[in-house]
Nanobody, 124 residues
Framework: QVHLVESGGGLVQAGGSLRLSCVAS????????RGWFRQAPGKEREFVAA????????RYADSVKGRFTISIDNAKNTVYLQMNSLKPEDTAVYYC?????????????????WGQGTQVTVSS
């Protein structure tokens, strides 16, 4: 079983920055990709960013492209999401996840393991 734990969420003013971390533990498959999703109240869970284990391939939702950066530290089994120029519409619970796939995956139903989520609130 794989356990994912997110951290780094909080309250920030519009235009500010946060960095989320996701540490994997348990029986991990280090060769698989990792992803970030978010869910705002009353909205469906949406894809944010994903990265291959090597870090050589990334993909971003159009809504965050140019503002968010996903990265991975293989030695620490940790994935990061650097969020800059935050907007109120970025307010959501952010989840890290791991699919059983070495390639980039953008659909939530293809992800097997999920963290508990961390709240990000951006004030106007």
């Amino acid at each position: 079983q794989v356990h994912l734990v997110e951290s780094g969420g909080g309250l920030v003013q519009a235009g500010g920055s946060l960095r989320l971390s996701c540490v994997a533990s348990g029986r991990t498959f280090s060769g698989y990709s990792r992803g970030w999703f978010r869910q705002a109240p009353g909205k469906e869970r949406e894809f944010v960013a994903a990265i291959t284990w090597s870090g050589r391939s990334t993909r971003y939702a159009d809504s965050v492209k140019g503002r968010f950066t996903i990265s991975i530290d293989n030695a620490k089994n940790t994935v990061y999401l650097q969020m800059n120029s935050l907007k109120p519409e970025d307010t959501a619970v952010y989840y890290c996840a791991s699919p059983n796939n070495p390639s980039i995956v953008t659909t939530s139903h293809d992800y097997y393991y999920w963290g508990q989520g961390t709240q990000v609130t951006v004030s106007s």
